[in-house]
């Protein structure tokens, strides 16, 4: 696989996860939030970060779920619970 097809792959799986996030931002959070991400170098997508920085989840449930090859969860739910203190964080 060259370079290009590996760029357009992320390419895809970025636009994929940003639609994701989009359509549950239109659906709206009741009480909780599912966030489907892959782990990447033991970290979240960039993309959660901005999503994080910019809504409030104060009171509601954050529910990760990781695509792992192996490691899991990583460090994903302590960042997670750094940015958003006044959530729930579950993992299953």
Known sequence: MGSNAIGNRIKRTQNTLLYSVKASIF??????ATFYFPNWW??????????LDDYDMS???????????????SNTIRTIESMEPDAISQSY
């Open 59 to 73: 009171g509601k449930t954050i529910v990760p779920f990781v695509t792992s090859g192996g490691s899991g969860f």
């Open 27 to 32: 659906k709206g959070f009741q009480r909780e």
């Open 42 to 51: 033991g970290d979240m997508p960039m993309i959660l970060y901005s999503f």
